[in-house]
């Protein structure tokens, strides 16, 4: 058994965090001390322990208790549903990097920006031997095997939509 201060010492969660999970029945303990505290079991870890993984997942504790009241089945649509507001907010984040980016617009702010622009992209590429050709194939193959992440990746260079219609296009068949 353990304490509600070995728990919170395990999880790195406050004590008072346990205390409210258990107030919204997200985690209750097992059993009472003979002084009424509170004892977590083994079950009461474990189930602590996924709540954990969850939360570092960045899912709010209400999905947490769906998912923990569910089969397998329903944990993957809500991760899923979690994952794709991720992904809104990535792209997010990335409009408004592009648009600070292009405000700084000098090379120093450019290195502190952590992006890179099609050109710079481009540059690189040549500047390791890849011809257009090359290039084109290499288009080819990330859209073979992710298109989303392809899709992800020529955003994060500032393509504007248009652009990235048609380089997907023709990834998509064969270059």
Request: charged share 25%; aromatic share 8%; proline share 3%.
């Amino acid at each position: 058994m353990y304490t509600i201060g070995q728990m919170a010492r395990k999880f790195g969660v406050s004590r008072s965090t346990l205390l409210y999970y258990d107030s919204i029945g997200l985690l209750s303990p097992s059993a009472r001390s003979e002084a009424n505290y509170r004892l977590y079991s083994e079950a009461d870890f474990s189930r602590m322990e996924k709540i954990a993984f969850y939360r570092e997942a960045g899912l709010p504790l209400e999905n947490i208790a769906d998912v923990l009241a569910q089969p397998h089945d329903g944990v993957q649509d809500i991760l899923e549903q979690r994952l794709q507001s991720i992904n809104r907010e990535i792209q997010r984040l990335r409009a408004q990097q592009q648009v600070i980016a292009s405000i700084l617009k000098s090379e120093r702010g450019r290195k502190k920006s952590r992006i890179i622009d099609k050109q710079g992209w481009v540059a690189m590429l040549a500047a390791v031997g890849l011809d257009e050709a090359a290039m084109r194939q290499w288009h080819v193959e990330f859209e073979s095997m992710s298109p989303e992440a392809h899709q992800d990746f020529l955003e994060s260079l500032g393509i504007p939509a248009e652009e990235i219609k048609t380089i997907r296009h023709w990834s998509r068949n064969g270059g």
